[in-house]
């Protein structure tokens, strides 16, 4: 691995994970790869982590446990990586839809890479990776039906990157560049000191 050329950004990060999230299509892998270079991180694909562990195909585990059941094991799944440090971590497009997926994503910098439903298309249509929730005789419709249902829960993340296709060296370049801002806002100290109540039932500033 090459040396990270963002070893200062790696220290504020202190080993948080970052979680890409976005529909698929949106290059959540092919950013990854080179974000987590820059950061000295390693990069895990969330979907094949859960292929790995299930012994299955993601297409094999819908036709026969179906929607619900690959949920419960992504879930199962993103709760063992939250166990790890140092991670950039490509999930899968419907991660957003379970609440408990929520709390392990927010242990994490949550980063949407947002998208063209256009865009999106054009990708999908030169990708041959089996994708069940499009077997639809209106694959287009599917999917703009699925991007707005998810939208409101992309929309939940710490940064939110809209890509008009650049390369993905460039949009992790481009997300590399839009952290700092959101480590500031996560750093920066309360506005009001916080205030305790003493042994005596009075509000203090101190500890003392």
């Excluded at 092919?30 to 895990?44: D, I, Q, S």
């Excluded at 709760?79 to 709390?103: D, K, R, Y």
Aim: aromatic share 4%; glycine share 12%.
């Amino acid at each position: 691995m090459n040396a990270p050329t963002h070893g200062e950004l790696a220290q504020r990060l202190a080993g948080v994970n970052i979680y890409l999230v976005g529909m698929m299509g949106a290059g959540k892998s092919a950013t990854g790869r080179p974000l987590a270079e820059a950061l000295g991180y390693r990069f895990l694909d969330a979907d094949t982590a859960l292929e790995q562990v299930a012994g299955r195909s993601i297409p094999e585990i819908f036709a026969t446990d179906g929607e619900a059941g690959f949920r419960a094991l992504e879930t199962a799944v993103l709760g063992q990586i939250t166990g790890w440090h140092s991670l950039v971590v490509a999930t899968g497009g419907g991660v957003v839809t379970g609440p408990e997926n929520w709390g392990h994503l927010r242990q994490g910098l949550v980063v949407w890479l947002d998208a063209p439903t256009e865009l999106l298309l054009g990708r999908l249509s030169r990708d041959p990776t089996p994708r069940p929730l499009l077997q639809d005789p209106d694959p287009a419709g599917r999917l703009q039906a699925l991007l707005e249902q998810r939208r409101p829960l992309y929309g939940q993340a710490d940064l939110q990157l809209l890509q008009s296709g650049e390369p993905p060296e460039r949009v992790a370049a481009r997300v590399l560049e839009a952290i700092p801002s959101v480590l500031r806002t996560r750093e920066a100290p309360p506005e009001q000191p916080l205030l305790l109540h003493d042994s005596d039932g009075h509000l203090t500033s101190s500890l003392n």
